[in-house]
């Protein structure tokens, strides 16, 4: 019997073995393919330089549209298809201005996603700093007519920077609703950067609530927000100008953009994989999120190119309008839900093509120990990918996620060191981007892919 | 029993769970100092854009060495000192040349670590191009005369770019003698570069064998290396013309820079942490290493800030001439050896300024498996750092851990993706450093140093 149990344990081994060796040469493959033959970069050249920036309803959202369509169909998928998608289009306007009036020391401003404009000949008004909006409530009535300048400082010491921006982001969005319910006229909100001394301003949506005044609401670069806090500590009664063109210019019929490979065995199984295709109206959208997209496409090239054949329908997928509206991760929910498909997993990469450093993964606790017992050796030491850890899914799975609540899903963690220092600025540009970490990348999300394809089925619910 | 058995446990949970407390507690602060008042990058900014590169045995590289031992004066060290160290010198003179003689066709091209000059007037022969040293057997005396290239593409398939450099490097060193020795007049080697499109040659060291001639030895970069093996195909007769002016220029007096913070419980136990302070003679030696010299400065600093009182005396060595002759390493342990010093641990930072991700450790297994079980929690999911694997010590500390096979030692690893782009060229200058990712690496090396100096003694041997 001890024979029998051993030999047993030993076939069970080899066979276990064998399959993680499988594993482990597939990756090998897919790392060197990425590395040798990755188009990733390239593409993110022509998506960054030659189309550029693309807000949701712009004429350029529409050209990466038709763009991407074009890169899908030369890749042998099954289908490739537009899925209509309306959405609101904010424009800037002309550039902002902002100074303080005595000095006319100027100040680095953007109008947040969403803001109203100032009236024509701009406004000109009295501050009121606080750190935090609550802190407004010991002001009572001293904040009608004024300026309320949030000026809170990021909290450098977390590595994990995304955290630190999260402190701080709601900020951003409650602040002009807030503002202009205690009679203040306009919102000025500094920058949410990783960086004390950066001189840009970052934009990022903010919102309005019905019923109560909309008004003007702008983000200031740290640096200008420390030398405007310095100015109203000499001189608390000094006013700034501020001037912006930027409104809601009404709907725009546009589109997500979905490429599908057919699974050879389970075909009504769904794995989506993407991210948005959308950017902000500043820079190039090179790390948000021309590298998840581009990146996404490349895993997806590489499995092509290694002549693998899926089991389930992998779905490529680029979402239109995560800036300023999700209404394509919506709109793609409804239909999936419509239609009543089995959306088995979900990978989506919306933080950048830095050196990728793992996933978060929302998923039962016995599915998250499988994959961290499974998966996560397979990447730890040869490929310096590590962190599988339980986490939020990226914006998009996260809005359609809520029709498909078991679906396991990925969001692609890359390391988070430089991210929030170009996030949603004029630095955001091509020159960022490492080619031998965005292939890096491309080579971990096409290794999950694989795996995520491999084994979906045999993983504990 | 059981009462007391449980009991017991209870208790030694609280101790074990309160130290482990103590030491999350303490690390949060050292990543929080680092981060809001870290002056590695301030530091690196003046070393490389006031000072800038410094080869062993140049007035730049006293220079460093009289600035640094200032930086150490200007903290509460015990003691801050020069050490005597003679080194070679070797000049690269004025710019190289290289040319395809019949197209003039410039190939970009650095005279390695150690060449010898051309004649003055440069030599032009025909070129023997080969992937593999060993592959010039089958040439036989068809190398007399002859300009010898070994065009050996980078694996870029590994993450792990340091495998890839090693699995080419010894080419790089052995090739003149070797090419000599079949009659060779001048050997080119494809650089080092982890890039197949970068056009700057990368340098780094070679060598010369007593009794062989010396030849002149030359790197190539990759794309110039790729116009050339293009053009031997169209004429395997093409000839090159080379031309440099490098030579030894006799052995000058400079120094390793030392500063020691005394201990508190066993100031006879030394913990050494340091880097090299000499760069190659190009760019500006950020990343090569600025950022190791200045991290590691900046780690005690962390800890001096926090008022932490070691227990072992931690030593601080900036070593001289790691790059071309390890003269300062060498020293540093002929001292230590001859005080009949004991040195417990040694921690080395000499791979870049990038995201740091763990430390290669030399140590027994039960040592390395303690720290993966006692600190690696420590540092893996808030602050990303999760590499503790066995490995090399870094160069510097290899050299003179030869007299110190007992010591324990740790060798910084930060993400190495981007660092064979720029090693060993122009390129490797202050604007590729990022001020997070190096504050962040500096903060792992406090915490590391602090662990090491609150808990080696309870380590396993």
Redesign the interface.
């Known amino acids: 019997m001890k024979k029998i149990c051993l030999s047993l344990f030993a076939v069970c081994c080899i066979i276990g073995s064998s399959k993680a060796q499988q594993d482990a040469g597939m990756m090998?493959q897919i790392?060197?393919t990425s590395?040798?033959e990755g188009l990733a970069y390239d593409n993110l050249r022509y998506l960054t330089k030659d189309i550029g920036n693309r807000i949701a309803g712009s004429t350029k959202a529409e050209e990466a549209v038709i763009w991407s369509k074009g890169l899908m169909e030369a890749m042998p998928f099954d289908k490739v298809y537009l899925q209509d998608v309306e959405v609101p289009f904010w424009d800037r306007g002309k550039k902002e201005e902002a100074y303080i009036e005595s000095s006319k020391t100027s100040l680095k401003v953007l109008a947040l996603g969403g803001s109203v404009s100032t009236p024509k000949e701009g406004i000109s008004a009295e501050v009121i700093e606080v750190e935090f909006l609550a802190d407004l409530k010991k002001y009572g009535d001293a904040v009608r007519g004024k300026i309320v300048f949030v000026n809170k400082p990021w909290d450098?010491?977390?590595?994990?920077?995304g955290v630190a921006y999260g402190l701080n982001s709601s900020q951003r969005s409650r602040g002009p609703a807030e503002v202009a319910k205690l009679g203040g006229i306009a919102y000025l909100f500094r920058s949410l950067s990783?960086?004390p001394d950066d001189d840009y301003p970052h934009t990022g949506g903010t919102r309005y609530v019905e019923g109560i005044d909309s008004i003007p609401a702008l983000a200031i670069s740290a640096k200008s927000a420390q030398r405007l806090s310095e100015e109203l500590k000499k001189n608390a009664h000094l006013k700034v100008f501020l001037k912006n063109e930027s409104a809601w210019k009404g709907i725009v019929k546009t589109h997500n953009v979905i490429a599908e490979w057919k699974g050879s065995e389970k075909p009504e199984e769904i794995i989506t994989i993407g991210g948005h295709i959308d950017s902000w109206d500043l820079g190039e959208g090179a790390h948000d999120n021309g590298t998840g997209t581009m990146g996404t496409l490349d895993a997806i090239r590489t499995l092509m190119r290694l002549g693998y054949k899926p089991k389930h329908t992998i779905r490529l997928v680029f979402y239109m309008n995560e800036e300023n509206g999700v209404q394509g991760s919506l709109k793609y929910g409804e239909i999936a839900k419509s239609k009543g498909e089995q959306i088995v997993a979900a990978i989506e990469s919306d933080a950048g093509g830095?050196?990728p450093?793992g996933f978060d993964i929302k998923s039962s606790a016995e599915a998250l120990h499988w994959i961290q017992t499974q998966w996560k050796p397979l990447f730890?030491?040869?490929?310096?990918v590590?962190?599988f850890?339980q986490g939020s899914p990226g914006v998009d799975s996260g809005i359609w996620g809520q029709y498909f609540p078991n679906t396991v899903m990925f969001n692609f963690r890359p390391?988070?060191?430089?991210y929030f220092?170009i996030h949603h600025t004029e630095k955001d540009v091509f020159e960022a981007v490492?080619?031998?970490?965005l292939q890096?990348g491309v080579a971990a999300l096409a290794s999950l892919l694989y795996l995520v394809d491999q084994q979906i089925n045999q993983m504990p619910k």
Chains 1, 2 share one sequence.
């Not at 730890?380 to 310096?384: A, D, G, S």
């Open positions: 090998d790392y060197r590395f040798e450098e010491s977390m590595v994990e920077t990783s960086s830095f050196s450093r730890e030491e040869k490929f310096w590590s962190r850890l390391d988070p060191h430089r220092d490492d080619r031998r970490e890096s």
